[in-house]
């Protein structure tokens, strides 16, 4: 469990890809992960997809060497860009640090650019956030197409505020980590003008820095000595255990070790699983069980506690577990409702991640 470092300094940042349908969020997603140093990141989970169309999110966690002396730990999502999935919009933009906007160079797609800006703009106020003052990047994609706009016509239209601007042509990979560095540069100035992320210490001091982002909190929690739960020793328990019981078997599979069993990562992403598929199938009901049980094996590795408390540890909204809970009570769950699930599912499993002991699948 050498990734639960809690005297490390490191920086946790949500970063979501917005943008119209099909304008190349996944793409630059998958270009991403594929680019990145395989130590430097974990698996990308694209949640609920019907052929190339994005119905729910995608999810991809890297992590940056070093930036102004702090190792920063970023989680990536992309948004659907269909109109009528506001509601998914609005949950993955919660907590979020920055946004890259990902814009369709292709001309008939000018209107549908304009659109997804100014549902970006009112998604950030409806959170309380200034669009004029969030840290955005634009990424004019498509930019291999013969007929791609101008660029002086994009910026015209989309960028008055005078964010900073990438090229790209996803589909090949080129400029995507451009993209993601200038993104990246953007949140830490943000954060440090926001003293969560100091500029660089003379002397390392072991602390964590956190922003307000996805896993950050986490890492808040397991920093924090005031709290009212104890340290975290659970963690360290229950993946040791976890681990131990991997390492006795000679299909190297975990065994069931009591109450541990339940704990087994491939449980835990056998649910997962069977959520996305459940909801892609348009079964929402079960996705929105399959995704409560994902996530109570989640909060199980924070130890052995209360329910209330490893979700405590796990930074588990209490509001959403409670949410979560009525609705796998209810027959006859809607889209929307599914979609809640699977995000905090996704949520669960994004913060154990972020400590290091979710064994690889
Ligand atoms: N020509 C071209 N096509 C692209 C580019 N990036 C993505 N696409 C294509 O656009 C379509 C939609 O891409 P996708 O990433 O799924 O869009 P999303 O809805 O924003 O996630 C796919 O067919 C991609 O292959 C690009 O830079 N150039
Ligand atoms: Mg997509």
Not at 8 to 36: C, D, H, M, N
Not at 219 to 225: I, N, R, S, T, V
């Amino acid at each position: 469990v050498s990734n639960l470092n809690v005297l490390a300094r490191e920086v946790a940042a949500k970063i979501v890809f917005y943008g119209p349908g099909l304008s190349g969020k996944t793409t630059t997603l998958k270009k991403i992960y594929e680019s990145v140093r395989p130590s430097n990141r974990g698996e990308m989970m694209s949640l609920a997809t019907e052929g190339d169309r994005t119905l729910f999110f995608d999810f991809l966690p890297v992590k940056v060497e070093r930036v102004n002396d702090c190792a920063v730990r970023l989680a990536l999502y992309t948004v659907p860009g269909q109109v009528f999935y506001n509601a998914t919009r609005k949950l993955v933009l919660q907590g979020a640090d920055g946004v890259v906007f990902v814009a369709d160079s292709n001309p008939a797609a000018l209107e549908k650019n304009l659109e997804s800006l100014a549902n970006l703009e009112e998604n950030l106020r409806e959170q309380g956030i200034a669009y004029e003052n969030f840290p955005v990047v634009f990424q004019w994609n498509k930019r291999d197409l013969p007929s791609a706009i101008p660029v002086s016509d994009l910026h015209a239209a989309l960028n008055s505020r005078g964010a900073p601007e990438v090229e790209t042509a996803a589909a090949s990979g080129r400029g995507v980590l451009e993209s993601l560095k200038a993104i990246t540069r953007l949140v830490i100035r943000d954060l440090q003008q926001k003293s969560v992320v100091p500029s660089r210490s003379p002397k390392p001091t072991p602390m964590l820095q956190v922003a307000s982002g996805l896993e950050a909190q986490l890492q808040a929690q397991l920093e924090d000595q005031t709290a009212v739960v104890p340290a975290p020793e659970g963690i360290h328990t229950a993946a040791a255990a976890v681990l131990n019981a991997r390492s006795d078997r000679a299909d190297g599979r975990p065994r069931g070790v009591g109450a541990l069993g339940a704990l087994a990562p491939t449980a835990l992403l056998d649910y997962a699983r069977a959520a996305d598929t459940a909801f892609a199938m348009g079964d929402f009901t079960t996705c929105v069980t399959a995704s409560l049980e994902a996530v109570r094996r989640a909060l199980a590795f924070a130890g052995d506690h209360p329910l209330p408390t490893q979700a405590y540890l796990l930074r588990v909204d209490g509001a959403d577990l409670l949410r979560l809970t009525e609705l796998s009570n209810i027959a006859g769950a809607r889209p929307e409702d599914a979609a809640f699930a699977l995000y905090v599912a996704m949520q669960a499993l994004a913060r154990l991640n972020a400590t290091g002991i979710l064994p690889a699948p």
